[in-house]
């Protein structure tokens, strides 16, 4: 069995897994000392530099070190038209009203997943990143029990893994966002209490 929770902590915190040839996102807090901690960085292999979103001449400086996008349904898979417009990042909700990619029993949907699979190469081809909401509080009563949320989480690592898709970010839910659109992501750190 693997190491789970590290693998998914690490996915949640945005942490970039060096995987050669595919993009990675990950914040300067995780890469090191030289990078701004409150800034996302991209880059498209491992031998490549990190760069800071956004920080290419047709981008304002206020939009440097953020990740620019929308929110999209798995079964949108045309990116181009979104990278060619300087969006740097597409939200997809894996669980909703409408449909989740998760079975109650917490395994992943052949078909959903399918189409999961051909958002996340698309955009890894047009050099955006996808953030992954995971659960949706309005209907999180659609899984057997708590049990099987966990299990969804697993199964979507592992599947994550499996796949090597690396140029996503995961939010465990999707309630707090709801509101915004366009999409703005900038990486917070909280400083430590006293």
Do not use: C
Request: net charge positive; glycine share 8%.
């Amino acid at each position: 069995m693997r190491e789970i929770l590290g693998a998914a902590t690490a996915a949640l915190l945005g942490a970039a897994i060096a995987w050669p040839g595919s993009l990675q996102v990950s914040t300067g807090f995780l890469i090191g000392l030289r990078h701004d901690p409150h800034a996302f960085y991209v880059r498209n292999s491992s031998a490549a530099a990190w760069q800071k979103t956004g920080s290419t001449a047709e981008f304002r400086k206020t939009a440097q070190g953020r990740l620019l996008g929308v929110t999209v349904t798995s079964a949108q898979a045309d990116l181009q038209p979104l990278a060619l417009h300087g969006l740097q990042l597409v939200r997809v909700a894996l669980q909703s009203t409408s449909g989740s990619l998760f079975a109650p029993n917490g395994a992943l949907r052949p078909a959903e997943t399918a189409r999961l699979h051909a958002l996340l190469d698309a955009a890894a081809a047009h050099g955006v990143a996808v953030e992954l909401v995971f659960f949706d509080p309005a209907v999180d009563q659609d899984f057997d029990s708590p049990g099987a949320m966990l299990a969804a989480v697993r199964h979507l690592t592992d599947w994550l893994i499996d796949q090597n898709h690396r140029n996503v970010l995961l939010d465990p839910a999707a309630g707090l966002y709801r509101q915004l659109a366009p999409l703005v992501l900038k990486p917070v750190l909280r400083s430590p209490k006293h």
